[in-house]
Every structure is written in structure tokens, then in C-alpha cells.
């Protein structure tokens, strides 16, 4: 059975004398690049698991160093108030980095960001303002206004999980599962899927996130305008075609609007590094390295990709896109 995704302390390769500034992973001797992963609502670095480390290993040439920041109001951060704007958040994640850089002895080196739905419209904001600092962004399974309606921003089968989590009506162990229901593919039934959701509980209720910061991510997420032109930066949308929370039409607008490339995975949820994070590493590791906006060094996602581990996906997972692309 596939090893438990929790422990961080076992995710990523290290020297026993290299110190590791928090939120961070350190795999090269002061010349690697520089990976900036910014999760979303209500997430925080725990809940990468182990796709910091498969990124690593799939990053050609030398490994990366690897800042994993917590939004206010979340993770290490749960105490900070959230803010209610994206374009406030980017500050104090910026001092997060700033700090775990210098740390690191890298200071002023360029970043590669790689963000996912609130996190990957911290990056859009992060890119208007600063995209001297950024080498390149992937951005997965994001949404914006004012291409999309907001019942397709956020579905509207996860509006009843939202509402009763908000009023109290939820224990969190039927809160996690709810959650995981609606932004992965993976079976309820899959190995590993209970210690994954006892991890999660327990990371909440270590750092619990509170309503009040949950509700303010969610106005901040749904408020957010996207610029009508793409950000100076290198860009490319990752999006699962299986997405329960945000209808992946958001992503393919979005690839249209600004004239930016676009990978589609046929079978993964929201949570598109949980799904499938060896693909997921692959896409990115090479788009990184390209370091160019443009496709043709991008591998496209094979028709028939199944989950690569013990998770398995549900059945009817499967789509033809073809059709869906034409009338979107």
C-alpha cells in the first residue's frame, strides 16, 4: 500500500547540518532554483503531502529549493486574520518568502510559483505587482471574474458543504470527508484515504482555521477580477477535467482570454496534486525549465492516465472533452 502522505519531515532529501527555514524544503547547496507552493481555502503546507517531494525529483538538473507559505489565516498562520481581498495577501506572503530566502542564503533569487484556486489568484495579483521577481507561474484549476459566473466559480453542489460547515452543522471529521469528496477523485474506499482524513482532522484541529477567516477567503476568492491581459510572466493552466468545485470551463476561458497554454487532465478533481502529483510534477518541472510561454515542450496527458498509486480514481471519471471544448 502507498506510504501515508503526512509525514512532512519524510517528504524531502536533506543534509543533516542544512538548516530549513519553516514552510521550506532544501534539496541543493545554495544554487538551485527557487519553487514558491501556495495552497488555497482554508489549506495550508501540510496538505501538499508528498507532491513537494515527486516535484523535486522531477525537476531537471539540480533540485530546487522548495518555500511552501501559509496564507493569514491558515497553517502556521491560523492566528492572522484573513484578508478579504486577494491583492492583500500577496504582502505578507512576499515577507514569508523574503525571510525563508534569506534564511536560505538565496536573497533576490527568481521565483517559479506554483499555486492552486485562492493561491493561484494570489499569484495572478502576485505577477501584476511584481513580475520582475517571478520566473514563471503554474496555476491550477483557478477561477477568475468576470469570465465566469459564479455558479461556475464555485458549483453548486458544494454550496450545501460550505453553508452547513459555516453554521456548525458539520462534526470535522464529516467536514474533511465532505471536503475531500468534492475537490478529489479519489474512491472513499481507496487505501489510504482514512489515514489521509485522520491526518487532515488532526492538522484542523491543531491550527484550526476559523469561520470567520474561512468566510473572508471565500469573499476574497469570489471578488477577485482578473486583469483583461495575462501578467509580464511565463504562464501555464493545469486543470482536472473532474473538478467538483470549480467548473473546469473557468480554466479553458481563461487559456482563451489571455492566449496562454492550457493541460487538461481527463480525470482529476480540484485538488489536482493530490489526484495525480507525479503528472502534475512532470507538467510543471518542464514548463519551468522551458522557461517560455509556449506549448510544444509541455507532454499532453495521456487519454487513458489512472492514478499512479494505491488511491484510485472513481468510476465515470473518464469524459470526452472534445465536445465540451467546442461549446465552451
Not at 2 to 25: N, Q
Not at 42 to 51: E, K, L, S, T, V
Not at 160 to 168: A, K
Request: net charge positive.
Amino acid at each position: 500500500m502507498r506510504r501515508s502522505m503526512m509525514d512532512l519531515s519524510e517528504m524531502t532529501s536533506r543534509r543533516p547540518d542544512e538548516r530549513v527555514p519553516a514552510g521550506a524544503s532544501v534539496a541543493g547547496a545554495g544554487t538551485e532554483p527557487v519553487c514558491v507552493l501556495l495552497r488555497g481555502l482554508g489549506r495550508d503546507a501540510r496538505h501538499w503531502g508528498d507532491f513537494p517531494a515527486r516535484l523535486s525529483r522531477a525537476w531537471p538538473g539540480e533540485r530546487p529549493l522548495l518555500l511552501r507559505p501559509d496564507l493569514p489565516g491558515n497553517g502556521r498562520a491560523h492566528l492572522q486574520t484573513s484578508a478579504s481581498r486577494v491583492e492583500d495577501m500577496v504582502e505578507p506572503l512576499r515577507e514569508q518568502v523574503r525571510a525563508q530566502l534569506g534564511a536560505a542564503g538565496l536573497s533576490g533569487r527568481p521565483l517559479h510559483l506554483l499555486a492552486m484556486s485562492l493561491g493561484a489568484m494570489v499569484a495572478i495579483a502576485w505577477a501584476q505587482r511584481h513580475p520582475d521577481e517571478l520566473a514563471g507561474m503554474v496555476l491550477i484549476n483557478t477561477s477568475v471574474r468576470p469570465l465566469n459566473p459564479f455558479w461556475q466559480r464555485l458549483q453548486p453542489r458544494a454550496w450545501p458543504v460550505l453553508l452547513r460547515s459555516q453554521l456548525g452543522l458539520m462534526s470535522l471529521p464529516e467536514r474533511e470527508a465532505a471536503i475531500l469528496a468534492l475537490t478529489s477523485r479519489i474512491a472513499a474506499d481507496s487505501p489510504g484515504v482514512k489515514a489521509l482524513l485522520d491526518d487532515w482532522v488532526g492538522w484542523q484541529q491543531a491550527w484550526p482555521v476559523r469561520h470567520s477567516n474561512a468566510l473572508r477567503q471565500l469573499l476574497a476568492a469570489a471578488r477577485f477580477h482578473a486583469p483583461e491581459q495575462a501578467p509580464p510572466v511565463p504562464l501555464l493552466l493545469l486543470a482536472g477535467a473532474g473538478d467538483r468545485l470549480v467548473d473546469p470551463v473557468c480554466s479553458r476561458r481563461l487559456a482563451r482570454a489571455w492566449q496562454v497554454p492550457l493541460l487538461e487532465h481527463p480525470q482529476a478533481g480540484h485538488d489536482l496534486p493530490l489526484d495525480d502529483p507525479d503528472w502534475v510534477a512532470q507538467q510543471a518541472s518542464l514548463f519551468f525549465r522551458s522557461r517560455a510561454d509556449s506549448f510544444h515542450d509541455v507532454s499532453a496527458c495521456p487519454p487513458d492516465r489512472i492514478r499512479v498509486a494505491s488511491l484510485v480514481l472513481r468510476e465515470g471519471s473518464d469524459r470526452d472533452l472534445h465536445a465540451e471544448r467546442s461549446q465552451t
